[in-house]
């Protein structure tokens, strides 16, 4: 009764039958002459049982009416009793020869019925085929809700179905990304460029919010959004990842800490050495302090990127390196370029000038 109520509030969401098969077995069938063992005997019996008539309770009319209306197959199989040498013997141990030639000969029937590759179907929930992947979603969902000592409410079921649902098309989606991504910047990848990375991102980022879209899933439009607002954030993290590893494959960008404290070096060496020329002791001191630090700092980063021992100091000067980078050196760079394109178009343009003002010279001595 439990899983027909469940089944019937998950037919007022997804509108088809919920359930795939059903098959009742019957062990220890002693009325052979009524129904016969097997399949053709299960049927009838099945029949008979699941009719509705007008003298039952409306509670037995329902179950009925559900397990109709939520399996989209309805089986029964009747299996004779073992014997009583199965039944009586404390010290039966599974021998062939102590068991019924009855019982033996409807279970060489049984066994192929549910097992044989033909019988067997592609299980499905809401419509869709169920993977391994989703399968594991499915487990983690239920175990929450059967932890308890009492049976759950058919809505807690259908909650966490829909929750199931929805977080294995949100594994499927990623899974694509991640697929996607592996094939422009993997591991045996070369170097990309981080404008032609970004767009890759943004193509599979909406390859994978349109998979996870076109999924059947339960729970409606806005206790799906939540999932999908989860994708988008579980990608952007997937594409942080993707772009460290990136970095990582160029060399410039790998040699951007040890550059970093060489022309921190550079310079405290330049200014301690004027500086003390001047007189500016305190200043210079100051400096060669400087210059002691960072030349302290790239003999340590050398060594943990050698040894691959004390990753967190190494990890840390990279950071500090980096922001001496982005906040000193790069914007200093920036400005002696553009000084530097700026003084080149000026001179292009005065020799411009000046070969045309030669030009009409000669035009009028001519």
């Not at 067997?120 to 419509?127: A, F």
């Not at 799906?224 to 594409?239: A, P």
């Not at 060399?251 to 970093?260: K, L």
């Not at 840390?316 to 390196?321: C, E, F, L, P, V």
Request: hydrophobic share 35%.
């Amino acid at each position: 009764q439990l899983f027909t109520e469940y089944g019937r509030l998950a037919m007022e969401e997804i509108y088809q039958k919920p359930f795939q098969t059903l098959m009742f077995l019957i062990r220890d069938w002693s009325y052979p002459y009524e129904h016969a063992y097997g399949l053709e005997g299960g049927r009838k019996f099945l029949e008979k049982r699941l009719q509705v008539k007008q003298n039952q309770h409306e509670e037995l009319q329902n179950v009925r009416k559900h397990i109709h209306s939520c399996f989209s197959n309805l089986g029964c199989f009747l299996l004779p009793h073992p014997g009583l040498k199965v039944a009586t013997n404390p010290n039966f141990d599974g021998r062939l020869n102590d068991i019924d030639e009855d019982f033996k000969k409807e279970l060489r029937n049984l066994v192929p019925l549910l097992l044989a590759p033909e019988n067997l179907v592609e299980k499905e929930i809401s419509g869709s085929k169920v993977t391994c992947r989703d399968l594991v979603e499915y487990f983690k969902a239920y175990i929450k809700i059967y932890q308890g000592e009492e049976l759950p409410h058919p809505k807690s079921m259908l909650q966490a179905t829909a929750e199931a649902n929805n977080l294995a098309a949100v594994a499927g989606a990623k899974d694509l990304y991640s697929k996607g991504m592996e094939q422009v910047c993997g591991g045996d990848k070369p170097y990309i460029a981080p404008s032609d990375l970004e767009r890759k991102h943004q193509d599979f980022r909406e390859s994978a919010v349109r998979q996870f879209r076109s999924v059947k899933k339960m729970g409606g439009e806005e206790f799906c959004r939540r999932y999908q607002e989860q994708l988008e954030v579980e990608i952007d993290e997937i594409y942080a990842n993707f772009v460290k590893h990136n970095d990582g494959k160029n060399i410039f960008y790998a040699a951007r800490t040890p550059a970093t404290l060489f022309a921190v070096m550079f310079a405290m060496y330049i200014t301690s050495g004027l500086t003390g020329f001047l007189g500016m002791n305190s200043i210079a001191t100051l400096c060669n302090l400087v210059l002691g630090m960072a030349l302290i700092s790239f003999c340590t980063w050398a060594y943990v990127k050698y040894s691959g021992e004390f990753r967190e100091i190494g990890t840390a000067i990279d950071q500090i390196a980096e922001a001496i980078w982005e906040q000193v050196l790069k914007p200093m760079s920036d400005n002696l370029m553009e000084d530097h394109m700026r003084q080149s178009v000026k001179n292009s343009i005065k020799a411009g000038l000046t070969e045309q003002v030669s030009h009409h010279a000669r035009l009028k001595t001519d």
